[in-house]
């Protein structure tokens, strides 16, 4: 179902795309950004929830500046001093994070008019052209991204590339999860499994120094579920300086697998993430501070959390890390799913 979203200032006509599913699972779509607006699940009770933070119409997308529900590219997370080198060509782009470039620079992918190629009851496909030199890099490629709601209850977004010269490609999806209800408070009390042995340490700025660092014995060790909260204080460097949870993990495993779950004792919704990417950085809100969002609620800090799946930051400056460098012609094709569950 499409339903009117609002005009930007650019007198641009945004859309929603609602999605429904057998089981009374809804979710909905803007073309503004291809942003993920709501994800509506029947809590226990069977009340209809909704899971991630977001804003009522596209004013508030296009004045946000936290990313919520976002399509980032070209490159997400975080690319040092804001300069890479490929094929011996410097290439140049926006500093909007201290010295380093994060989430693509200042031209946001979530800040433009997508194409719908195909929209139904099941899914809503979108297109991005992006011209050579867009956000500073190289060669003009179409980006696609399908969001689809199954019968098992996935919310699976395909990424979908091809570019026309080598270029950095890393897709990922920026929405904040709160399986209490976007309005109900922190994710404290919620509970995270993260299937990974090791995370890559990161200096100050958030760039990975090129250590992978073994979360055993340390509050980074997710491999067995346990409430966010218990140790996001504790006086350890990781934490002290991404002032929470904000850092990289080095996925176990390689294809498309299980790699994340959070669970609500609250309404009793759990989550599973699967993808087919090497890392995943664990976002837990550090830096939400009153941002007014949908129906009159007011988001605070850490009350949502982030599972954006990806190639590990700054991987385009480490060798170790592998990379988002897709050359001329060659596919760029990575799902990504979050499968809900209730009782």
């Excluded at 990975?208 to 996001?232: N, Q």
Aim: net charge negative; glycine share 10%.
């Amino acid at each position: 179902m499409k339903s009117d979203f609002g005009i930007t200032t650019k007198k641009e006509s945004a859309a929603l795309y609602s999605l429904k599913n057998q089981n009374g699972m809804e979710i909905a779509i803007s073309n503004y950004g291809a942003i993920l607006v709501k994800v509506l699940i029947p809590d226990r009770e069977g009340k209809l929830i909704d899971v991630v933070l977001g804003y009522d119409d596209v004013q508030g997308y296009e004045s946000g500046t936290l990313y919520f529900g976002a399509t980032v590219g070209r490159v997400a997370n975080r690319i040092g001093g804001g300069t890479f080198e490929l094929k011996g060509k410097t290439y140049r782009l926006t500093q909007n994070d201290n010295q380093n470039t994060l989430h693509g620079g200042i031209d946001y992918y979530d800040k433009r008019m997508w194409e719908v190629e195909e929209a139904d009851e099941t899914h809503v496909s979108l297109k991005l052209d992006s011209p050579d030199g867009d956000q500073g890099f190289p060669g003009a490629v179409e980006i696609h991204v399908t969001y689809t709601l199954t019968e098992e209850n996935e919310v699976k977004l395909h990424y979908h590339a091809v570019p026309k010269e080598d270029t950095l490609l890393n897709l990922t999806n920026h929405s904040y999860f709160n399986l209490s209800g976007h309005a109900s408070g922190t994710i404290l009390e919620q509970e995270v499994m993260i299937c990974a042995d090791e995370f890559t340490r990161a200096d100050a700025e958030s760039i990975p120094t090129g250590e992978l660092v073994s979360v055993e014995g340390t509050p980074m060790d997710f491999r067995s579920r346990k409430p966010i909260g218990r140790e996001i204080e504790a006086d350890y460097e990781a934490l002290v300086l991404g002032h929470g949870y904000d850092h990289n993990w080095a996925l176990n495993g390689s294809g498309y697998r299980q790699v994340a779950a959070m669970y609500s004792k609250q309404t009793g919704i759990e989550m599973k993430v699967y993808t087919d990417l090497p890392g995943m950085q664990f976002y837990t809100g550090n830096f939400i501070e009153r941002e007014k969002g949908k129906a009159g609620a007011v988001y605070e800090k850490r009350q949502g959390t982030c599972f954006e799946t990806q190639y590990f930051p700054d991987a385009v400056h480490k060798e170790q890390f592998e990379g988002p460098v897709v050359r001329a012609k060659e596919v760029y094709d990575s799902i990504t799913t979050y499968q809900f569950s209730w009782k």
